[in-house]
């Protein structure tokens, strides 16, 4: 859910639960729709919404999200939990800004087969009306990857502002984002950047 009650995003683990971002939570559901009672949900900071989810091979799960910062800002934040919804306390993810602008948001996550973590959003200036494609890499231990990008971080723009909002992993490693993008006259048009996973 958002911050306005909505379901922002769902998951779906090899037990057959179904997670839900609500808010600044993860709820887990049972296949039958009711809450599991032997899950701890998983809370985060009160001043964070969930922007997207992802499900790792051990059962555990990634959840990013919109860390509030100042009146108008905010950064992107990568949490690990256990299958029990409790807290993974080795992943250590600080918060970071794809550019150097006051919101950024993450929209996407998929991960590598060396367990590293791809996370797509949006890089915007609420001042200025700029947005354009962010992309970033954290290891395996939750910090940023210093080989990809600029210090584990990059963006790029089209025609602006930009906003992705998929990302996917070719067989090779490349990485592709998709969003939209808008003209002079704020017509979305489809937006692709392909990346440089090695």
């Known amino acids: 859910m958002t911050g306005r009650g909505e379901v922002?995003?769902?998951g779906l683990d090899s037990?057959?639960?179904?997670f839900a971002p609500a808010g600044a939570a993860v709820i887990e559901l049972t296949p039958a729709g009711n809450f599991d009672a032997t899950a701890t949900p998983a809370h985060?900071?009160?001043t964070a919404s969930v922007g997207a989810e992802a499900f790792l091979p051990d059962g555990q799960?990634?959840?990013s999200t919109g860390l509030n910062i100042g009146r108008h800002g905010s950064a992107?934040?990568?949490e690990r939990f256990n299958s029990n919804g409790t807290q993974d306390p080795t992943f250590n993810s600080p918060a970071f800004h794809f550019a150097a602008t006051p919101t950024d948001?993450?929209?996407a996550i998929a991960v590598q087969p060396n367990g590293q973590v791809v996370i797509a959003g949006t890089?915007?200036?609420?001042t200025t009306g700029g947005a354009a494609f962010g992309l970033a890499r954290v290891n395996a231990n939750g910090s940023l990857d210093a080989s990809f990008g600029t210090g584990g971080v990059?963006?790029?723009s089209f025609q602006g502002p930009d906003y992705a909002t998929e990302v996917a992993l070719q067989t090779n490693g490349n990485i592709v984002v998709a969003g939209t993008s808008d003209d002079n006259s704020l017509q979305p048009s489809l937006a692709l950047a392909r990346y440089l996973g090695q």
Do not use: F
């Open 8 to 10: 922002g995003a769902l």
């Open 15 to 18: 037990a057959g639960d179904l």
């Open 44 to 46: 985060l900071v009160a």
């Open 61 to 63: 799960y990634l959840v």
């Open 76 to 78: 992107v934040q990568l």
């Open 105 to 107: 948001n993450a929209s």
């Open 123 to 126: 890089s915007s200036n609420i």
């Open 154 to 156: 990059v963006t790029t």
